[in-house]
């Protein structure tokens, strides 16, 4: 009887332990030689890879390097599909390889998509993965990435000094509807999934007739204040207002933004409108309207705003946004675009109202205010991926701006590389539909247990954090959300995790790269830091050798050997998977010859 009470008690603590515990995400990290010597001709090009933290579906993509200033604006392709402008092209991607943690490799035959082979010269390539086996693991279930609800969802990576964030933020604006309160949520990315007390909410307190829509920004040095963008549709306007965030309370407009709280006001020609929110680079606020169902005229502008308020330009994008030949066709004059992504200086554009995708360069534009150099690349009809109409038995074939088609795509995200990710549902089982730095449409895919039907959100994580990876809903059963038996029911609430990474180096067929070493030896800081559970260390050694790679706790005891062998000069990337141990600091010492260096690092768990 003792015994059976002792393990009742145990499996009690158990289960308390495993209820409490934060989220420590598994993360996937992936490492190969930044720089690859390569004869080219034809021959098979095999590129070892380690993959750390969990199994991985990798993608090699091979580009032009270094080119983007030699490559002038280009539409060509199925339909016109494709266009690309003052940015590197790829020139071959391979199909999706599932790979277990460890030692893996990657093969390229050396021919481009089309079949030819590539000349030997000097090529930028790239090694994508996501998780495509493991569950996801939960990270928040109070805050719903699920459905129309995706764009109204954001990660804030870095904290006010610009840095890295120890700890994201994930934050959603609920729109209360015209005249009615919004409700903000904020949540710590790290905190316990289950302990609803750590969701930090607040109000909104609209003024009548006007509501928040789309994506909300913290300020970059000041997360007491958020931006967000508001509609009229009686009065068909639209503005970006400013908020002092105060939690369990009612929201404070700043009056001091703008004119009485308000940006200057633009136009958004639709009683219905909906449009991408707005989003920041710390130096300018941008915008846009989509008006899918609210005009028969071409209209897609896009807005770049001052933090003051007032607005600087305003951009037409019907060049690709808006098509009378798919108003007469049956589809809509506009598409959008209605949902915006930001990252390192480029805005990917996207709409689930339309088969357009854009990448764009704001800055470039302000530079010149020459349209050519706002476009880097657009994705539409004709590659099949997140294509609408493209079946044969289509009602509208090939068109564009079709609302009640799929591919609905309702969320777009970009990495640190540029790949996008546009969750979509509509067409088949898929969760998500790829595009590469150039906007080439890689595939459709999907995460484990998905089926085909109503998908959310993707929002990426990318900023060598302890949390890098993928940020998913988990709504995915039969049926569509227009479907006259949509079970909202079954919508699965929370915020979800899957691991994914990115990294890039050199093909090369330059002799002697291989053989030049560096000038020094040299540790770098591993990354990321913090991490759980795994990281990369990365050193360059100045004469071939024995290296050993040696990991120590704080009271000096060693307690891993990562490396212990013979390696040539160069560049060198090695993962530490830290699975075994427990959370706390570490030092790492790397020696060659004469040669050591000590750096510490950080485990989450």
């Known amino acids: 009887m003792k015994k059976a009470l002792l393990l009742a008690l145990i499996i009690m603590f158990c289960a308390t332990t495993a209820f409490s515990a934060n989220f420590g995400p598994t993360l996937l990290k992936l490492s190969a030689d930044p720089i690859i010597k390569y004869d080219f001709g034809g021959s098979e090009l095999s590129i070892p890879v380690q993959v750390g933290g969990t199994t991985a579906g990798i993608i090699l993509c091979v580009f032009t390097k270094d080119q983007a200033e030699n490559i002038a604006y280009t539409q060509n392709g199925n339909l016109g599909w494709h266009m690309v402008n003052k940015i590197d092209t790829c020139l071959y991607y391979s199909t999706l390889k599932s790979c277990s943690a460890g030692a893996n490799t990657i093969t390229w035959d050396g021919e481009d998509q089309d079949g030819g082979v590539v000349p030997a010269g000097d090529y930028t390539y790239y090694l994508w993965a996501y998780d495509n086996m493991g569950a996801k693991q939960p990270v928040c279930n109070f805050i719903d990435a699920s459905m129309c609800y ?90 970006i207002q400013k908020w002092k965030w105060i939690p369990g309370g009612d929201c404070e407009m700043q009056s001091d ?264 030896f040299s540790v770098a800081q591993n990354a990321p830091n913090p991490f759980n559970p795994t990281t990369t260390i990365s050193f360059n050694l100045v004469d071939a050798g024995n290296v050993s790679i040696e990991v120590y706790n704080v009271a000096g005891q060693k307690v891993d050997t990562i490396v212990d062998g013979f390696m040539d000069a160069g560049s060198h990337s090695v993962v530490w998977d830290a699975s075994g141990f427990s959370a706390g600091v570490y030092f790492y010492t790397v020696k060659s010859g004469e040669f050591s260096r000590t750096m510490k690092m950080t485990l989450l768990k």
């Open 257 to 520: 933004f703008g004119d009485a709280g308000y940006s200057d006001i633009h136009s958004t020609k639709n009683s219905n409108y909906s449009g991408p929110g707005v989003i920041t680079d710390g130096e300018y606020l941008y915008s846009g309207t989509q008006s899918a169902d609210g005009s028969n005229e071409p209209f897609a502008p896009f807005y770049i705003y001052d933090f003051d308020g007032t607005l600087i330009t305003e951009l037409d994008l019907s060049e690709f946004w808006c098509d009378p030949d798919d108003l007469a066709a049956g589809g809509q004059m506009n598409g959008g675009p209605m949902e915006h992504s930001y990252r390192n200086g480029r805005v990917l554009l996207n709409s689930h109202c339309s088969c357009m995708n854009n990448l764009v360069d704001p800055i470039a534009y302000l530079d010149s205010e020459d349209m050519d150099d706002f476009w880097l690349w657009t994705n539409g009809n004709g590659d099949y991926i997140l294509d609408h109409n493209y079946e044969d038995t289509a009602a509208n074939q090939w068109v564009c701006n079709d609302f009640m088609v799929g591919a609905f795509k309702m969320s777009a995200d970009i990495d640190a590389h540029l790949f996008s990710n546009i969750n979509a549902s509509g067409i088949g089982t898929m969760s998500f539909g790829l595009f590469a730095p150039d906007g080439s449409g890689i595939g459709n895919f999907l995460y484990a247990g998905e089926t085909d039907g109503a998908k959310g959100g993707t929002i990426i994580v990318d900023s060598d954090t302890a949390f890098d990876g993928l940020y998913v809903d988990d709504t995915h059963h039969a049926g569509m959300w227009y479907d006259a038996d949509y079970d909202l029911a079954l919508e699965v609430m929370g915020l979800f995790f899957l691991g994914g990474d990115v990294i890039s180096g050199v093909i090369t067929s330059a002799v002697g790269v291989e053989e030049a070493a560096p000038a020094a």
């Open 150 to 239: 995706s764009y109204y969802v954001d990660i804030e990576e870095f904290d006010e000094s610009g840095l890295p964030s120890a700890n994201p933020i994930v934050h959603k604006e609920s729109m209360g509807g015209w005249g009615h309160t919004a409700i903000p949520y904020r949540w710590k990315i790290g905190d316990n999934p289950l302990d609803e007390a750590l969701l930090e909410t607040a109000l909104i307190p609209m003024a009548e007739g006007w509501t928040i829509r789309g994506d909300t920004f913290f300020h970059p040095t000041d997360f007491s204040y958020f931006y967000g963008h508001s509609d009229n549709p009686t009065l068909l306007s639209g503005a």
